[in-house]
C-alpha cells in the first residue's frame, strides 16, 4: 500500500493515542486501508462518467484549489464582520457540501460494524479510526481551499491575521465535522436509509451546481468589499455560525470591545465544544439507527405521480406506449446515478436565464428590460435536453437490459417516443412552466407567441436530441463507464443547434407576421417528426 504522509505525522502522535487506550498498530491499519480506498473513489466534482485512473482525490484538490481564489475578494479592506463572514459562509458551504457527498461513506460506514467488530479489534478502536479518517479528509479540502487566500492575506493582513485564520479555521472544521454529523443523526432519526441516500444525491447536485454559478459570486465580489459596511446587531445573527468567526476578526483586528461582537466570538468557540460532548453522548443511537442503512425495509411511499398521470392521457395514445412511459418516468425518478448527471442542468436551466437578466438590469431600468428582448435568453434552458436525452442511454442496472428481447416488444418506436416523452414531461416541462410564469410577471402578455413558439422549438429540438443520441441503443441498456468521448461532438454540435433556433425565432420576430409564420412550419416540422 501507499505509505501516506498523514500517517507518518499521525505517527507522531502515537503515545497520545496509546495513553488513550487505543490499539495505534491496529488503528493505522484500518486507516492506511481507509485511505488507500479514498484514492479509487471518483469525487463527486469530477461528476466524470468514464473511467479515471491515479489518485482521485489528489486530483480533485487542485480543483477545490482554484475554486478558493474566490476567498481573496474578501482579503482587501478592515470591515472584518461583513468580510470574513461571508468568506466563512463560503467555507462552511463548500467544505460541509463536499464531506456529506464524497465522505458519507466514512461517517455512515456500516462495513466497520460488519466485518471489523466481527474481528480481535475494540469500538473504541474502530470509533477513533473513523474520526481520524474524517479528519484527515477536512484538513487535506481546508488546506487545498484555503492555502493561497491565507498566503494573501498574510502579505496583506499581517501575521496576527493569519495565525488568527488557522485558529478560526480549526474550529470552522470541528464545527462542520459536528453539524454533518447531527444532520446524519436528525435524518436517521426521523426517516429510512434510502430517504439519506435520497438527501446526500440532493446535497451533491447541489455541489455540483455551486460549481457552476460561483463565477457569478466572483464577479461581483469586488463591488461589495469596498462598500462601507454598518453592522447592527440583531438576536438571530446568534443562529449565524459565520458571523460568529467575524466578530472574532473585529475584535482581535479592530479592538471592538461591544457586547454583541464579544457574544458572537464566545459562541464560535464554545459552541463546537458543546455539540462534541452533545455527539458523545448521541454516539449509542447514531449507531443503532444507521443498521437501517444495512436492510431496506421496502417503506418506499408511492409518491402521487398525478403530474405524469396527467401528460400521459394527453400525451400518449397506445396502451404499449403508455407502458413505457410509466417505465421511463419510475427508472428518472429512481435512478440516482441518472438524477447525479442531470439534475444540476436542471439547476443551469433554471440560473442561466435570470442571470443574463440581471446583469442587464446592472445597466438598464427595469423599464427598459420589459420592453426589449431579454426573455430570449429562455433559450439557454435548452441546455437541458442534450444532457438528460443523453443520459437515457445509462442505467446502474444495464444487465437488465435482457428484458427488451424477453418481453414481446410489437413496436420499439413506441418504447422510444415514450421516453423521450417521459424525459420532457418528468423534467422540462416544469421548468418551462416555471420561466414561463416568471418572464409573463416580468415581461407582461406580449411574450404569449414566444412562448408557444418556444414550445414547439422544445419538441423539434427534443427529437432531434434522441435521434443523434440513440442510434440502435434501446432507453436504460447502457453502463455509465462507458466512455461518452464519441458524443462530444454530437453534443456541441446539439448546442450550436439550439443557438440556431434562437436566432432564427429572434430574426422571425422582427417582422410582424414572422412569429405566426415560424409557428406554424414548427407544428408541421413536429407533427411529421412526431409521428414518424
Known amino acids: 500500500m501507499t505509505d501516506f504522509k498523514s500517517l507518518k505525522i499521525l505517527d507522531k502522535l502515537s503515545t497520545f493515542f496509546q495513553k488513550a487506550n487505543v490499539d495505534y498498530p491496529m488503528m493505522r491499519e484500518i486507516l492506511e486501508l481507509k485511505l488507500t480506498m479514498d484514492t479509487r473513489r471518483v469525487p463527486t466534482i469530477f461528476n466524470e462518467s468514464k473511467s479515471v485512473s491515479g489518485n482521485q482525490f489528489l486530483k480533485s484538490l487542485g480543483i477545490y484549489a482554484l475554486m478558493g481564489l474566490i476567498l481573496i475578494a474578501f482579503l482587501f479592506g478592515d470591515q472584518y464582520i461583513f468580510q470574513m463572514s461571508i468568506l466563512y459562509a463560503i467555507v462552511m458551504f463548500i467544505i460541509m457540501t463536499s464531506t456529506i457527498s464524497d465522505f458519507s461513506s466514512v461517517l455512515l460506514d456500516v462495513r466497520d460494524k460488519t466485518i471489523l467488530s466481527t474481528k480481535p479489534v475494540d469500538s473504541k478502536t474502530i470509533n477513533t479510526a473513523k474520526v481520524v479518517h474524517i479528519t484527515i479528509y477536512l484538513c487535506q479540502l481546508t488546506i487545498a481551499f484555503t492555502a493561497i487566500p491565507m498566503i494573501v492575506g498574510l502579505f496583506k493582513q499581517g501575521i496576527v491575521f493569519f495565525l488568527l485564520s488557522l485558529i478560526v479555521l480549526l474550529f470552522v472544521n470541528l464545527l462542520i465535522l459536528i453539524m454533518t454529523a447531527f444532520v446524519y443523526i436528525l435524518i436517521l432519526r426521523f426517516f ?5 441516500k435520497d438527501i446526500i444525491n440532493y446535497i451533491q447536485i447541489l455541489l455540483s451546481i455551486s460549481m457552476v454559478v460561483g463565477y457569478q459570486i466572483v464577479a461581483r465580489s469586488f463591488q461589495f468589499v469596498d462598500m462601507n459596511i454598518s453592522f447592527t446587531f440583531e438576536w438571530w445573527h446568534v443562529l449565524l455560525p459565520p458571523i460568529w468567526y467575524g466578530a472574532i476578526y473585529e475584535i482581535v483586528l479592530n479592538g471592538v470591545t461591544d457586547s454583541a461582537f464579544i457574544i458572537l466570538a464566545i459562541l464560535g468557540v464554545i459552541v463546537p465544544f458543546i455539540a462534541i460532548l452533545l455527539y458523545v453522548k448521541l454516539i449509542p443511537s447514531f ?28 400525451l400518449v395514445w397506445s396502451k404499449e406506449e403508455q407502458v413505457f412511459f410509466e417505465f421511463t418516468t419510475r427508472m428518472i425518478k429512481n435512478e440516482r446515478d441518472y438524477k447525479l448527471k442531470v439534475y444540476p442542468a436542471i439547476g443551469m436551466a433554471l440560473v442561466f436565464p435570470f442571470i443574463f ?11 427598459e428590460l420589459r420592453a426589449g428582448k431579454m426573455y430570449f435568453s429562455m433559450y439557454f434552458s435548452l441546455m437541458l435536453i442534450p444532457v438528460g436525452v443523453q443520459m437515457l442511454q445509462f442505467s446502474t442496472n444495464q444487465k437488465a437490459a435482457w428484458i427488451y428481447r424477453a418481453v414481446p ?31 409573463l410577471f416580468i415581461f407582461t402578455e406580449r411574450i404569449w407567441s414566444f412562448l408557444i413558439t418556444y414550445i414547439l422549438v422544445i419538441a423539434l429540438y ?25 458524443q462530444t461532438g454530437s453534443a456541441l454540435a446539439l448546442l450550436a443547434l439550439a443557438v440556431f433556433f434562437g436566432v432564427i425565432h429572434y430574426i422571425m420576430t422582427l417582422f410582424n407576421i414572422g412569429p405566426y409564420i415560424l409557428m406554424v412550419v414548427l407544428l408541421i416540422i413536429n407533427v411529421f417528426l412526431w409521428r414518424k
Open 287 to 314: 449507531e443503532r439507527n444507521l443498521e437501517k442503512l444495512l436492510s431496506n425495509n421496502g417503506k418506499h411511499k408511492q409518491a402521487k405521480e398525478w403530474w405524469s398521470r396527467f401528460w400521459s392521457k394527453i
Open 357 to 367: 437578466i440581471i446583469n442587464d438590469l446592472t445597466l438598464n431600468t427595469l423599464e
Open 462 to 486: 427534443g427529437r432531434i436530441c434522441y435521434h443523434v443520441f440513440f442510434n440502435n441503443v434501446m432507453p436504460f441498456s447502457e453502463t455509465y463507464k462507458v466512455s461518452q468521448s464519441k
Open 192 to 196: 429510512d436509509g434510502e430517504k439519506l
Open 409 to 439: 416488444i410489437k413496436d420499439a418506436n413506441a418504447c422510444h417516443r415514450a421516453t423521450l416523452k417521459a424525459f420532457l414531461v418528468r423534467l422540462f416541462l416544469p421548468v418551462y412552466l416555471m420561466l414561463s410564469v416568471i418572464f
